[in-house]
């Protein structure tokens, strides 16, 4: 395994700020090997990636002979962020994920950027792994955009996810990272699962599976090992439903993440804690899973509490 | 001139967050209408400032109401929980109201707050933005907009600012209010104003000034003004920039605004903790400093000075 520093900047005081990426790769190398590149730590709070990739690493490092493609980690992109719990690239207050492809000659975040696109350039297969945010519990899930679907959706169904989650384009979308890497010919997922500034140790076990399978498929490593990918449920086959909070106040659910639920089903209430009132209360707008819930209590109005995704009732 | 509620939030213990807007009917039928709007973020305090300068302008010093011919209506701050509390975004969420347009009604707060302010500005003539640099630079007050197919460079010409920037439009310009209220049929016009936490006052004037200018030479006042800069329209290649090849501690010796010849020393590095200048930025060309990076700590690759050359 080797360490490259794909991007560096002298921080004011002592300190240098570097973007850094592990590859694994077979002993006997060749030509035309496969390469995958795992992505995480865009955004500063979401630390689920951290984990994963953790374990990924560890499984490569105690299972070398099975390395049979190019396996690069970037588990870090935003580093500062990470370290500071920071979303966005700190000073900057900047969303990584809204400025790619970047620019040698942009301000600082556009040149980092464009250093990881620069060095992932070329895989043929990319991992984007976040954390929704620190307001929302979201199960594993994969998102793609429609325009890459043909090509990206038969790899996300090996990931070992619950959802498959297929968006139509947005334009604004076209600044993320998973989109630039599309663009590239990189075919490219996204992967959200847990919530932000935690790690959820069951996710992380269910993607490295995912992965692992994924890698095998792809004659990435090559093992007796097998591993199981679970059937996803896949958005186009049903629909999402949002809840968003009617009022402002505290938001206390009434049931567990990915539970099953029923239409008019009693989801949480808002409440105010000054005078114990009860603002609103939530009811299930269609049955389904619950696969979004608010963890982060306060909200506005408009505050994102759940997504179920169901059948539309008739 | 009439206050109107252009939308109203609650919090779980915050007074509600409301947006108002200071409606000045003009007495020309005929005439246009312009929308201007203030502080979209808590940082924005030279925004907020230039609006409601404006607001007591209208009200109290143009002396005759008939000298208002068109609409005016003037929204000085969109996000005073922000403002109040020296945060740059939506204290929750962190998200940017000028990237929720042009809202939704059903969506997260934000968007709701971008609709609500959207569908009160819609349908005027003109719209005025007033931004700062989402970057941590000072530049010079200019006009910026987007080469979407909508805008409008002569009537960017009007206020008579030194510089217009003609930008490219990238993905994340789409959501901008800009954008939209040029799809909407606007002619929408970001004032980008420097990045200071304090009023500079010459900065300030200026801005103002070329607001009132606007006003003036589009027929939505009848105030006789001195002409401002022939703008000069400037695209991203016509721009040359200096990043900061080390890290240290910054010094300008040459502010936005100022001309130069090429080689002029125009900054320094000082190392931190020894003292020594281990860094002398040179201009790159004879020309005019617009933007100037703001910190006095710098990191290694950012982007210093922004010149426009001339000769």
């Known amino acids: 395994m080797q360490v490259k520093e794909i991007f560096s900047s002298q921080l004011p005081v002592g300190e240098t700020l570097s973007i850094k990426r592990s590859r694994f790769e077979p002993f006997k190398k060749s030509d035309n090997l496969k390469r995958i590149s795992i992505v995480s730590g865009t955004h500063g709070d979401e630390l689920e990636g951290q984990y994963a990739i953790y374990l990924l690493t560890s499984w490569l490092s105690e299972n070398p002979d099975a390395i049979s493609g190019i396996i690069d980690i970037y588990p870090a992109v935003n580093a500062l962020g990470i370290d500071t719990i920071t979303r966005g690239f700190p000073l900057y207050e900047v969303d990584l994920n809204r400025v790619f492809p970047g620019g040698e000659d942009g301000f600082l975040p556009g040149q980092l950027v464009h250093a990881l696109v620069q060095d992932v350039k070329g895989s043929d297969i990319a991992i984007d792994i976040h954390s929704s945010n620190i307001f929302l519990r979201e199960i594993p899930q994969i998102r793609i955009n429609k325009e890459f679907s043909n090509s990206t959706l038969p790899l996300a169904k090996e990931l070992n996810c619950d959802f498959i989650w297929i968006h139509d384009a947005v334009t604004v979308l076209e600044a993320t990272f998973s989109h630039t890497m599309n663009s590239l010919g990189t075919k490219t997922l996204v992967v959200e699962m847990g919530v932000g500034m935690r790690v959820t140790k069951e996710y992380g076990k269910q993607l490295l599976c995912g992965m692992l399978n994924l890698m095998k498929k792809e004659g990435i490593i090559t093992t007796e090992k097998s591993f199981e990918a679970r059937e996803p449920f896949l958005s186009e086959v049903g629909e999402v439903f949002y809840l968003n909070s009617p009022s402002s106040g505290l938001f206390v659910p009434a049931l567990d993440h990915c539970a099953i639920i029923k239409k008019n089903e009693k989801i949480g209430t808002i409440v105010e804690p000054l005078t114990g009132t009860v603002l609103d209360t939530l009811y299930a707008p269609n049955g389904g899973i619950l696969f979004t819930l608010r963890e982060f209590p306060v909200v506005y109005e408009g505050s994102l509490l759940a997504r179920i995704f169901g059948e539309k009732d008739r | 001139m009439k ?61 005759n109401e008939d000298k208002i011919k068109g609409n005016i209506l003037i929204i000085p701050s969109i996000n005073s929980y922000a403002l109040n509390i020296n945060e740059r975004f939506w204290p929750l969420d962190k998200t940017d109201i000028n990237m929720m347009f042009p809202g939704y009604e059903l969506g997260e707060t934000t968007q709701r707050i971008a ?93 103002f000034e070329g607001i009132v200018q606007f006003l003036s030479k589009n027929g939505l006042i009848g105030y006789k003004v001195l002409n401002g800069f022939e703008s000069t329209v400037a695209t991203q290649d016509e721009v040359e920039i200096v990043k900061a090849p080390k890290s240290g501690i910054f010094i300008t010796t040459r502010k936005e605004g100022t001309c130069v010849s090429k080689d002029d020393v125009i900054g320094q590095i000082v190392h931190s903790l020894n003292g020594e200048i281990i860094y002398n930025f040179l201009a790159p060309c004879n020309g005019m400093i617009v933007c100037c990076y703001k910190n006095g700590l710098i990191l290694e690759g950012t982007l210093t000075f922004r010149l426009i050359g001339s000769g």
């Open chain 2, 115 to 207: 609709k609500k302010v959207f569908d009160a500005i819609c349908g005027y003539n003109y719209g005025i933005i007033l931004e700062s640099r989402d970057d941590l630079s000072n530049c010079i007050p200019y006009v910026k907009l987007f080469k979407s197919g909508f805008e409008d460079i002569e009537g960017a010409k009007t206020f008579g600012f030194r510089l217009i920037s003609h930008k490219e439009l990238t993905p994340i310009d789409t959501v901008t209010l800009q954008y939209n209220w040029q799809l909407w049929e606007t002619k929408a016009y970001s004032i980008i104003c420097p990045n200071a936490n304090q009023i500079d006052i010459n900065s300030s004037n200026e801005i």
């Open chain 2, 3 to 63: 206050i109107v509620e252009i939308a109203k939030f609650t919090s779980l213990n915050r007074a509600p967050l409301v947006i108002e807007g200071y409606l000045f009917e003009g007495s020309d039928p005929e005439a246009p209408s312009v929308a201007v709007v203030g502080a979209m973020e808590g940082k924005n305090i030279l925004p907020l400032y230039t609006a409601s300068k404006l607001v007591d302008f209208l009200k109290n010093k143009i002396q």
